[in-house]
C-alpha cells in the first residue's frame, strides 16, 4: 500500500502559515521522511464566496505548487488532488504536467476530474453542460501529445495539426481518472492508469454529482464493475491503480486516531484492490499538520 497526502487547505479561511513557501517545503520535507509517497495540492481557480461559505476552501495553483514542492524533495511523488480538467486547454496542461515531470525527475502523477462547481466554470467561460466531452477529448489530446511528434487531432473542442511538444516527458506520467460513477471508470478502461473514487455519502454525492460510495460493498461493487470493464477493453487490472480513504481508525491528527484499527482498514481495502490510501491532515496549523504527518509515519507506515 502506498500513502498519499494534499496539502491541508481543508477551509476558508486557511492558515497563513501553510501557503508560505516555508510551510509547502516542510509539509513536503515531512511527507517525504515519514514514508508517504504522494503528496499534492487542489484546484480551484476561482471559487465562488457562497461555496466558500457552505464549506468550501481555498486552493493555491497546483502546477505552481507541486513545482515547489518538486525542488525541496527527491523521493515524493506529484500528485495533484485533482486537476479539473476541463477548466484547462488540454495543450497547457500537457505542457505543465510535462514540465514538472522533466523536472521533477519523472516524480508526476496527472490526476484528473470532470469538476462540478457550475459558478466556477462560469467564472473560467467554460461551459458545464459541455465538462464531460470536454473532459474526454482532452484525455486523447494528452496522451497524443505526449507521445507524437507532428500530432493532429481533429474534435468538437479541440482541433490542432501537425503539433510537436518538445521537452516531451522520458515516459509518459500516469494518468489518475476521478469520479464515482460508471462514466468515470469507463474513462479508465479507455484512457488511465489509476481510478480515484472518493468516500462519498449520498449528501455528498449529491453535491458533487457523483455516486454514493459510503461502505466496503459499495466500493468493491466499483472496482468489480472496473475489472470488467478493463477485461473488454483488454487491459490487464493489476496494471491500474485505486486510491480510496480509509474508513477505519480516524485521521491522524485527531486525539483518537487508532493506528491499528487504520492498519485493519489498510489490509481490507487491499485485500479489493486499493493500492493508494488518501490520508487526511489537520489544517488548523503547520504545527499540527507536521505532528500528524510524523505520527501517521511512525505508527501506520513504519508499522507496515
Known amino acids: 500500500m502506498r500513502y498519499s497526502i494534499t496539502h491541508p487547505m481543508h477551509t476558508h479561511p486557511y492558515h497563513p502559515d501553510l501557503v508560505s513557501g516555508g510551510g509547502v517545503a516542510a509539509v513536503a520535507a515531512a511527507a517525504e521522511a515519514a514514508g508517504f509517497h504522494g503528496f499534492g495540492f487542489t ?5 465562488s464566496q ?4 457552505a464549506g468550501g ?10 513545482a515547489f514542492a518538486a525542488a525541496t524533495t527527491t523521493t515524493l511523488r506529484l500528485v495533484p488532488n485533482i486537476i479539473v480538467l476541463p477548466y484547462r486547454n488540454p495543450f497547457v496542461v500537457a505542457k505543465s504536467g510535462a514540465t514538472l515531470d522533466l523536472l521533477s525527475g519523472g516524480r508526476f ?3 484528473v476530474g470532470v469538476g462540478y462547481l457550475k459558478r466556477e466554470f462560469a467564472a473560467l467561460g467554460v461551459a458545464y453542460g459541455e465538462r464531460a466531452a470536454l473532459f ?8 497524443g501529445i505526449w507521445t507524437t511528434d507532428d500530432y493532429t487531432f481533429e474534435g468538437t473542442h479541440f482541433n490542432a495539426r501537425g503539433v510537436t511538444a518538445h521537452p516531451r516527458p522520458a515516459s509518459p506520467p500516469p494518468i489518475w481518472i476521478g469520479g464515482n460513477t460508471g462514466a468515470a471508470r469507463a474513462r479508465v478502461a479507455a484512457h488511465g492508469d489509476g481510478w480515484c473514487p472518493f468516500a462519498a455519502p449520498p449528501g455528498l454525492a449529491a453535491t458533487a454529482g457523483t455516486a ?8 468493491a461493487a466499483g472496482i468489480d464493475d472496473l475489472r470488467a ?4 477493453a483488454g487491459r490487464e487490472p493489476s496494471s491500474i491503480d485505486i486510491v480510496f480513504n480509509n474508513f477505519e481508525g480516524g485521521n491522524p ?6 493506528a491499528d484499527a487504520y492498519l485493519a482498514g489498510v489490509e481490507k481495502l487491499a485485500a479489493l484492490g486499493v493500492t493508494w490510501l488518501h490520508v487526511t491532515l489537520p489544517g488548523d496549523s503547520l504545527a499540527h499538520a507536521l505532528e500528524a504527518v510524523e505520527r501517521f509515519g511512525t505508527t501506520v507506515i513504519a508499522a507496515a
Not at 470493464?229 to 473488454?232: E, F, G, K, Y
Open 253 to 258: 491528527g485527531a486525539d483518537d486516531f487508532n
Open 57 to 66: 476552501h481555498d486552493a493555491v495553483d497546483p502546477f505552481v505548487a507541486m
Open 43 to 47: 484546484d480551484h481557480p476561482a471559487p
Open 136 to 143: 474526454d477529448e482532452a484525455l486523447q489530446v494528452i496522451r
Open 229 to 232: 470493464r478493463l477485461a473488454i
Open 212 to 219: 454514493t460510495i459510503d461502505s466496503l460493498d459499495r466500493l
Open 50 to 53: 457562497r461555496w466558500l461559505d
Open 109 to 111: 502523477t496527472l490526476a
